[in-house]
């Protein structure tokens, strides 16, 4: 009797036992019916939108080219300029007996140059004092030449049609050489770009001459036609990305100030090749990677490492590691294991 209720206990402990334990990941000898689609690369055209300021590429810091007090300064900021115009002049006092000292000097071995020739003509001179004139006469034109030179950028001149965007001096002031005295852009050839960017990624695919639509928001449902013009060839050390250039319509000139924000979305021309998979059918994603059950014979699951180059609100882009599989896995992976068989039923039959 005893014995007959130990037995019945144990039983009793075992059916529990078993009732409340977990499932099982289904072996090699067992067969799990999953469903499956079949895994096909498609070409998809990914939009990559942008942001950056306006500028012209050709904007200016104009200085002179030696120092001196600054006489006249004749333009202000805002003010539109014409090639050749002149912009700002140095008191010319100090240059001028600079170019008269030069001119001197200059005449003066001219002078040395030819009462020696003469001399040396009449064997009085030797030809060492003779090629000593010469060389000293050089000398005293090359130093007249540069004193011209100089006279010649003591004033600033327009160079291009543009805008004066910074005065960063006023008449009197004292300024050294090569100081900055205005700040111009081309804007008047209309050559507008919009420079913003871009990740690696997106660098790596657009193209130079990639079509863009840009949008201001100072001119909100306006849409202005663009096109890349250039693409960095090195990453900028101050952002930490990429740069591009998109160049604007020339109709679009009116609208545009050097510095305005703008937003682009642009549209490269090469489509990329990829595989489309559902959000279900990844697990264990980390990053730029993640891992799916695929199938290569309808037989047997293989658990395969993917790259997933973006995700989006319907689906998950993978760029490698689809390419030898036939099935992707979609439903009943859940317990499933590197070399589980299986019998597939296709989605949607």
């Not at 010649?152 to 002031?173: C, H, M, T, W």
């Not at 657009?206 to 960095?232: F, H, Q, W, Y």
């Not at 319907?314 to 760029?319: D, F, G, R």
Request: proline share 3%; glycine share 10%; with cysteine.
């Amino acid at each position: 009797m005893k014995a007959s209720s130990a037995l019945v206990i144990v039983c009793v402990f075992i059916f529990f036992a078993g009732c409340g334990s977990e499932p099982e990941k289904i072996g090699e000898k067992d067969v799990a019916q999953v469903t499956v689609v079949e895994v096909r690369q498609e070409s998809i055209e990914r939009e990559v939108t942008v942001s950056g300021q306006f500028t012209t590429d050709d904007e200016a810091f104009l200085s002179f080219k030696t120092g001196g007090v600054i006489q006249s300064i004749f333009v202000k900021e805002g003010d539109a300029v014409r090639p050749g115009q002149i912009l700002a002049s140095l008191d010319l006092t100090e240059i001028r007996a600079g170019v008269a000292q030069a001119k001197a000097g200059y005449e003066k071995a001219y002078r040395d140059l030819q009462r020696v020739q003469n001399l040396y003509q009449d064997s009085v001179a030797s030809l060492e004092q003779y090629e000593n004139a010469k060389t000293a006469f050089e000398v005293a034109e090359l130093q007249f030449n540069a004193a011209k030179f100089n006279m010649d950028y003591s004033q600033i001149r327009a160079v291009k049609p543009g805008y004066i965007l910074k005065k960063f001096a006023n008449e009197g002031q004292i300024v050294g050489p090569g100081m900055p005295i205005l700040q111009t852009n081309g804007a008047g050839s209309g050559n507008w770009i919009l420079r913003a960017g871009v990740s690696d990624r997106e660098w790596a695919s657009l193209k130079v001459g990639d079509k863009a639509e840009v949008t201001l928001d100072t001119r909100p449902g306006e849409v202005i036609a663009a096109v890349i013009s250039r693409k960095s060839e090195g990453i900028d050390p101050f952002s930490g990305t990429f740069t591009v250039d998109l160049k604007v319509s020339v109709a679009a000139k009116d609208m545009l100030a050097s510095g305005l924000f703008g937003k682009a979305k642009i549209s490269p021309s090469e489509k990329i090749e990829t595989y489309i998979i559902p959000h279900h059918a990844l697990f264990e994603a980390d990053g730029n990677t993640g891992y799916v059950f695929v199938s290569e014979d309808g037989k047997k699951a293989k658990r395969q490492r993917v790259i997933i180059s973006m995700i989006e609100k319907e689906h998950v882009a993978v760029t490698s590691g689809l390419e030898q599989a036939k099935y992707l896995i979609v439903g009943g992976s859940a317990y499933l294991k590197d070399g589980s068989s299986i019998t597939i039923n296709m989605a949607g039959k």
